[in-house]
């Protein structure tokens, strides 16, 4: 089974930084696509940031330059480390997990119906 799950939600101000992290079984380094989406209520899940087997990043636009994406192989761990943030980047954060086989080129990388394992989510909440 994969399973993942994210405990780092917290509310912060505009402008801090906060880390998020997901624990997610070991296997699931192999040969899996592992990202971050989040989703605000009335809209679809958005890919913010993933991380291939190969350990290669893919941000969105919206937070290019101010989030980063790594893996921990030791840990067991996905973490997106998020600074200057604002209200805009309020949402429920999820991490996810696709099959790289499963899909070719890398236009899917950060859409949501690419990914079939999800963690619970946690709620980050920015105040201007």
């Known amino acids: 089974q994969v399973q993942l799950m994210e405990p780092g939600g917290d509310s912060v101000q505009a402008g801090e930084s906060l880390r998020l992290s997901c624990a997610h079984s070991?296997?699931?380094?192999?040969?899996?696509?592992l990202g971050w989406f989040r989703q605000v209520p009335g809209k679809k899940h958005e890919g913010i940031a993933t991380i291939d087997e190969d350990g290669r990043t893919f941000y969105a636009d919206s937070v290019k330059g101010r989030f980063t994406v790594s893996k921990d192989s030791a840990k067991n761990t996905l973490y997106l480390q998020m600074n200057s943030l604002a209200p805009e980047d309020t949402a429920m954060y999820y991490c996810?997990?696709?099959?790289?086989?499963?899909?070719?080129?890398?236009?899917?990388?950060?859409?949501?119906?690419?990914?079939?394992?999800w963690g619970q989510g946690t709620q980050v909440t920015v105040s201007s």
């Open positions: 996810a997990a696709t099959r790289e086989s499963l899909h070719g080129g890398i236009g899917w990388i950060l859409r949501d119906s690419a990914y079939g394992y």
């Open positions: 070991k296997y699931t380094y192999s040969g899996y696509c």
